[in-house]
C-alpha cells in the first residue's frame, strides 16, 4: 500500500516559499541609496530673468536647487562681468556651476590653446584669479573661514566634439596644447591658492566622440577634480542609457585613477519634434536619469538643459518660447504647444503660468536621492559633498509583506543589490518565474495527493 504523503504537501510548499523569500529578499529590506547633487542649467544664463524662472521652479518644487549654471565665453572678458550672476545664484542657495570656455576672436586667428598654455595670456588668468579669489572670500572678505564661497568650474566643456574652434583638430590645436592649456590653467588657480575646496574643476567631454577622443584629451588625474558629461536625446526617443552608455564606459577608462572620481552629467534634454509617442518616452527619460540610471550608475550630479537650443525645445519647465532669456509674464499661448510642448501640466507661480512634466517633479521629490541647496550651511554643501563624497540617504520603510514577487516586474524596483548588468536580462522573466513556481507547488500537490 502506498504511504500517505499527503502532510509533506504543506512543507513542500513551505520550503519553496521560504527559498523564494531568501532569493528575492533583497527587494523587500531597507536599502540606502546613492545620492546625487541636483542642478539646473537655464539655458547658461544668471541673468533677472533666468533666476526668476529658475525662482519659479523652486517655488513648485518647495526645494532649491544644489547648483545653478552660468557661463562665460572669452579669456579676455573680465571676471567681474561675471561675478554678479555668481553672487545671485549663491544668494538663491545655490552653489554656481560656471562654464568657461577660453574662445573669443583670437581663437580663429592663432591656436588659442597654446598661447595660453604658454603664458601669453596670463594678464587676463591673473586678474581673473584676484577678481574670483575676492568673491570666494565671501561675506566676511577673508579668504579661508567659514563663509567662504564654492564654485564648480566647468572649463572648455565638449572638447572632443569638432564644433569649438578651440577643440583639438581645429584652427591648429592639437590634444597635446589642449591638455597643456588645462594643466596650466588648473596649475595657475591652485597656485594663487584656489583650492579644490574652493574650485571644483570639471572635465566634461561630449557623451561620444566626434572629432577628438576622451583618452587623447584627459589632462591627468592631479589636474581633474569631478568627471562630466553631456548628451542630448535629439528626437529620436533614446533613452539615458543609449545617450551615456558610451560615454560612462569611455570616461571612467580614461586613466586608472577617473574610476575613483566623482561623475556628473551637466547637459542632457530631450527633444520630441512635437510627436505624441516621443511626449510620453521625454517622461520616462526624466523618470529613468533621475532615479534608477542615476543610482545604476553612481551619477553624483545631474543638471537639466531647461531651454531650447537648435535642435528645438529640451525644456520640462519653461513659459517663453524662441528668444531667451524673456520674461514678462510668459502666457501659456506664447507656447509653441502641439509642436513642442513644454510638458503635460499647467500650474500659475508667482502670476505666471507654465507649461511642465509632472514627471520631473515626482522622480526628485519621490525619492531620496537628491541632495539640494540652502541648505543652512554657510558654505552651501559641505566638503564631502563639493567633492562628490555623500553619506548614503536614509534607507526607505520596510514593506509590510515580508515575501512578495511582484515588485520584481516594477521599474522603481532598488537594483543596487543586485548586479546591474545582468538585471535588465533577469527582470523580464521574473513575472513568468513566479508563474511557473506557483503551478509547480500546486502540481506538487496534486501529485502527492494521487499518490496516496
Excluded at 328 to 357: D, H, K, W
Excluded at 430 to 448: I, K, Q, T, Y
Amino acid at each position: 500500500m502506498a504511504r500517505d504523503r499527503t502532510f509533506l504537501v504543506p512543507w513542500f510548499r513551505l520550503l519553496i516559499i521560504a527559498g523564494l523569500c531568501a532569493i528575492f529578499s533583497f527587494g523587500s529590506v531597507n536599502v540606502a541609496h546613492a545620492q546625487y547633487l541636483i542642478g539646473i542649467d537655464q539655458g547658461g544664463g544668471a541673468s533677472a530673468g533666468a533666476l526668476q524662472e529658475i525662482a519659479d521652479q523652486e517655488t513648485w518644487l518647495g526645494k532649491t536647487f544644489a547648483i545653478v549654471q552660468s557661463a562665460r565665453s572669452g579669456i579676455e572678458v573680465n571676471m567681474s562681468q561675471v561675478v554678479p550672476g555668481l553672487l545671485a545664484i549663491w544668494n538663491q542657495g545655490s552653489v554656481p556651476l560656471l562654464t568657461w570656455r577660453p574662445c573669443a576672436m583670437t581663437c580663429v586667428t592663432q591656436p588659442i590653446t597654446s598661447a595660453i598654455a604658454n603664458g601669453q595670456f596670463d594678464s587676463y588668468l591673473n586678474q581673473d584669479l584676484s577678481v574670483l579669489k575676492t568673491w570666494l572670500a565671501g561675506p566676511d572678505g577673508v579668504y579661508g573661514t567659514s563663509d567662504d564661497r564654492r564654485l564648480f568650474l566647468r572649463f572648455d566643456q565638449e572638447m572632443n566634439g569638432h564644433w569649438w574652434p578651440e577643440s583639438p583638430g581645429q584652427n591648429g590645436n592639437t590634444s597635446a596644447s589642449w591638455i597643456a592649456m588645462w594643466q596650466h590653467v588648473v596649475t595657475s588657480f591652485r597656485n594663487a591658492g584656489l583650492d579644490s575646496s574652493h574650485v571644483a574643476f570639471v572635465w566634461c567631454p561630449n557623451s561620444s566622440d566626434n572629432g577628438s577622443t576622451m583618452a587623447a584629451d584627459y589632462p591627468g588625474d592631479p589636474y581633474v577634480d569631478w568627471l562630466g558629461l553631456d548628451g542630448y536625446s535629439r528626437g529620436d526617443g533614446a533613452m539615458p542609457s543609449q545617450v551615456f552608455g558610451f560615454g560612462i564606459k569611455e570616461i571612467r577608462s580614461v586613466s586608472a585613477g577617473a574610476a575613483a572620481k566623482p561623475l556628473g552629467i551637466y547637459e542632457t534634454g530631450f527633444v520630441t519634434k512635437g510627436r505624441a509617442s516621443l511626449i510620453s518616452a521625454k517622461g520616462r527619460y526624466i523618470t529613468n536619469l533621475y532615479t534608477s540610471y542615476a543610482e545604476s550608475q553612481n551619477i553624483k550630479d545631474i543638471e537639466w538643459f531647461n531651454s531650447w537650443y537648435s535642435d528645438g525645445d529640451h525644456v520640462y519647465f519653461g513659459c517663453d518660447d524662441h528668444v531667451y532669456p524673456k520674461y514678462s509674464g510668459c502666457p501659456v499661448s506664447a507656447n509653441r504647444a502641439g509642436t513642442e510642448p513644454y510638458g503635460n501640466t499647467t500650474q500659475a507661480i508667482n502670476g505666471t503660468t507654465y507649461l511642465f512634466y509632472s514627471q520631473f517633479k515626482t522622480a526628485v521629490l519621490g525619492s531620496s536621492y537628491p541632495v539640494w541647496g540652502k541648505t543652512g550651511n554657510p558654505r552651501i554643501l559641505t566638503d564631502a559633498q563639493f567633492a562628490g563624497n555623500f553619506v548614503t540617504s536614509p534607507a526607505p520603510a520596510a514593506s509590510t509583506t515580508s515575501c512578495r514577487l511582484g515588485f520584481l516586474a516594477s521599474d522603481n524596483f532598488n537594483s543596487t543589490s543586485l548586479n546591474t548588468s545582468i538585471w535588465p536580462f533577469i527582470k523580464p522573466v521574473v513575472p513568468s518565474l513566479a508563474w511557473v513556481l506557483r503551478h509547480v507547488v500546486v502540481l506538487m500537490g496534486a501529485c502527492s495527493s494521487m499518490r496516496t
